[in-house]
């Protein structure tokens, strides 16, 4: 076999070794006798290494004009396309999810790098009159410098491009800290950084666990920006951690996302909807529907076709491009998805489809479970409130239009939803009234473009949004500029009164 490939931090546009001198493993869930790599298990004096290269470099990349920035990101992103192959496939292999998903994580990490290098040529600002005579007034955005990104499994390229290539835009510098579960596409990221030529220090990688490396990638003084996606229990931390010294946090944290099915609804259509929707990405997804509420004339045939559906996928190794759902990340989250269903067993939901641990054969060496789906939820019940972040579908029932909205934003959550209808009126109504940062109609819960602002209410996040221009409000502050071309002294609010 050879030895494995050991990866080291990039601090600094160097490789480097762990002062630790330790490292970990990082094996395919799918088949845990495939180690895509060993990797730096890093300290703190690690990461602050990372934060130093990345201040300094600041003092330079803030000065380099946005479209020279927006240039490189841009032979950065045609990297990306050329590399898309090799990016995937290393993927499914840290990560689990099918090959055909992948492919789909690195092109949406490809369209937020093309997107940004794009924005080095507007950043737009604006003029405004100002109310004196001969008087000038105007906005730019500007930069503040390092910022520490903690990033997901789920998405282990598309999230930290979200993070990274506004951030680079607006001119500020980085350190990374992907997740212990799949911290190799961002090393290719990185790498693809580097040779295109991002200057030394600009990002910088330091690999191992968020509980080791968060204090210092969240206090270091340096650091002005804190963004972070997973879970709403370590981002209530993470927001904590840096009320304290103001320094800015973007959230993007749980769902529970639900898909409404009103009784004039395409059926058909709904079940290709909640089975993406559910079962994609083993439904390891912020945006993952985990909850389908189905009027009641339509629930009993619309189940009937999901749980035909729901059993035939074929569920295995996502290199193998007949496979439709690959494994849980990790034993711990194959144990928490395992422990949901008995909780939903003993509430009494009726499992009508799956539950158990897929086992035998190839399946031995993964962590597998069946597609999942319980009906006879009610707003009681744990499954209905908490995030399972695995293949596990709770369905409910209504009676009313009125009904299935109260359903809907009954979540401590925001994220993503969405309506089957064919009633224009219910489709406008619904997309006003459930509150959250992600709408859609006739289309499943999952499915964000990177040019509209992603992120939810509520406990999902903490008001910001990532993507689009929106992100742009993250990573750069306004400043309003006035200058004064009268040769004498006026005073707002006093000579003009
Ligand atoms: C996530 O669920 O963490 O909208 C991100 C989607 C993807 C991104 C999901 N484009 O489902």
């Known amino acids: 076999m050879g030895d494995p490939k050991v990866f080291k931090n990039f601090i600094n546009g160097k490789w480097v070794e762990s002062k630790s001198g330790k490292t970990f493993e990082n094996r395919n869930p799918a088949d845990t006798d495939d180690l895509v790599g060993v990797f730096q298990k890093s300290t703190p004096d690690d990461v602050n290494a990372a934060i130093d290269a990345a201040a300094k470099a600041y003092k330079k990349w803030r000065l380099v004009p946005a479209p020279r920035r927006g240039e490189i990101l841009y032979q950065v992103a045609n990297r990306l396309v050329k590399e898309k192959e090799a990016i995937s496939q290393q993927m499914t292999r840290e990560m689990g999810k099918i090959i055909k998903e992948t492919r789909g994580d690195t092109q949406e990490a490809i369209d937020m790098t093309y997107y940004m290098a794009g924005e080095g040529r507007r950043l737009f600002g604006m003029t405004t009159p100002s109310e004196m005579a001969n008087k000038f007034n105007m906005t730019i955005r500007q930069p503040l410098g390092v910022c520490s990104f903690i990033t997901p499994w789920n998405f282990p390229i598309a999230i930290p491009s979200w993070k990274m290539m506004p951030a680079l835009i607006c001119g500020n510098t980085i350190v990374i800290k992907p ?73 993007e944290m749980g769902g529970k996302n639900v898909q409404i099915v009103m009784d004039d609804a395409d059926i058909d259509l709904a079940v290709d909807g909640a089975l993406w929707g559910a079962f994609g990405t083993t439904g390891q997804r912020c945006t993952a529907t985990s909850r389908l509420i189905i009027h009641k004339a339509v629930a009993d045939s619309m189940v009937s076709k999901l749980v035909e559906r729901a059993k035939k996928l074929k569920v295995g190794n996502g290199l193998d491009e007949s496979v439709e759902m690959g494994p849980c990340i990790n034993q711990g989250q194959l144990e928490t998805v395992l422990s949901y269903i008995e909780i939903g067993k003993k509430e009494g939901a009726t499992l009508v489809t799956g539950g158990e641990k897929l086992t035998g054969g190839d399946y031995d060496k ?62 406008y109504t619904a997309m006003r009234d459930v509150y959250t940062g992600i709408f859609y109609v006739n289309a499943p819960t999952i499915g964000a473009e990177t040019h509209l602002p992603f992120g939810g209410t509520k406990e999902t996040g903490n008001g910001h949004r990532e993507a689009a221009t929106a992100a742009l409000d993250v990573f750069s502050e306004w400043k309003s500029i006035y200058v004064d071309f009268s040769g004498a002294l006026q005073r707002a609010q006093i000579d003009n009164a």
């Open 179 to 251: 997740a212990t579960d799949t911290p190799a596409s961002v090393a290719y990221l990185m790498k693809v950084c580097e040779e295109e030529g991002i200057p030394p220090g600009v990002v910088n990688m330091v690999t191992g666990s968020g509980g080791a490396l968060g204090d210092a990638l969240i206090n270091n003084p340096a650091v002005k920006v804190v963004s972070f996606t997973g879970s709403t229990e370590v981002g209530r931390k993470v927001s904590e951690a840096c009320a304290t010294n103001f320094k800015h946090s973007c959230l």
């Open 366 to 427: 993964g962590f597998f479970v069946q597609p999942t789906v319980f009906t006879g939820v009610t707003q009681q019940m744990r499954i209905w409130k908490e995030e399972i972040f695995g293949p596990v579908l709770g369905v409910g029932t209504f009676d009313s239009f009125d009904q299935a909205i109260e359903m809907a934003n009954d979540t401590a959550y925001g994220l993503s939803a969405s309506i089957y209808t064919r009633d224009v009126n219910k489709a």
